[in-house]
T-cell receptor, first 115, second 110 residues
Framework: AQSVSQHNHHVILSEAASLELGCNYSYGGTVNLFWYVQYPGQHLQLLLKYFSGDPLVKGIKGFEAEFIKSKFSFNLRKPSVQWSDTAEYFCAGGRYGGSQGNLIFGKGTKLSVKP | KAGVTQTPRYLIKTRGQQVTLSCSPISGHRSVSWYQQTPGQGLQFLFEYFSETQRNKGNFPGRFSGRQFSNSRSEMNVSTLELGDSALYLC?????????FGPGTRLLVL
């Protein structure tokens, strides 16, 4: 069955620490991968997406993610987190293009950044 | 561009009732999807519409239905509400570059 897994349920960091959130997917064929962020009380926002090409994808707010096909991974990174990065982060995968098909979401990782 | 809008934002219903939720996609977006978000199950896909046709459906009972209008606006309906239907219902729209989500409708079933 197709699935997306996020291994960290809750991550606590101090400001300026580096961040890496893991995401693995388990399906073959065309792979479209996304990271979404949900700030407290706000709706899901698209951080970055990978469809094809350069496996290192840069998104908004200084986030980046690397697609490693051999490891079925799409980890999210940020070199230095801020208190305002406190949020829940969701990895999602889709089988088709970016405009059709359903997304399969991971369970989410809550990030708490201590000031 | 205005984002995806959903109405109402909050809703309280009782068991057995039915409810209709509305979604207006980003202008120009023709694909609309619906998701249910709960603390236990996370984000689960309900259905997807394109050009007024259901293109994909998730594993939800037939009590959950939806439709899309010619202007791409979409509605979802849940009949015979159960306590377990309490959730945040999210709508997303897409053109070619990924899915963009609305703020959701929070449904509480008592």
């Amino acid at each position: 069955a197709q699935s997306v897994s996020q291994h960290n349920h809750h991550v606590i960091l101090s400001e300026a620490a580096s961040l890496e959130l893991g995401c693995n997917y388990s399906y073959g064929g065309t792979v479209n991968l996304f990271w979404y962020v949900q700030y407290p009380g706000q709706h899901l926002q698209l951080l970055l997406k990978y469809f094809s090409g350069d496996p290192l994808v840069k998104g908004i707010k200084g986030f980046e993610a690397e697609f490693i096909k051999s490891k079925f991974s799409f980890n999210l990174r940020k070199p230095s987190v801020q208190w305002s990065d406190t949020a829940e982060y969701f990895c999602a995968g889709g089988r088709y293009g970016g405009s059709q098909g359903n997304l399969i979401f991971g369970k989410g990782t809550k990030l708490s950044v201590k000031p | 561009k205005a984002g995806v809008t959903q109405t109402p934002r909050y809703l309280i219903k009782t068991r057995g009732q039915q409810v209709t939720l509305s979604c207006s996609p980003i202008s120009g977006h023709r694909s609309v999807s619906w998701y249910q978000q709960t603390p236990g199950q996370g984000l689960q896909f309900l259905f997807e519409y394109f050009s007024e046709t259901q293109r994909n459906k998730g594993n939800f009972p037939g009590r959950f239905s939806g439709r899309q209008f010619s202007n791409s606006r979409s509605e979802m309906n849940v009949s015979t509400l159960e306590l377990g239907d309490s959730a945040l219902y999210l709508c997303a729209s897409s053109l070619e570059s990924g899915w963009y989500f609305g703020p959701g409708t929070r449904l509480l079933v008592l």
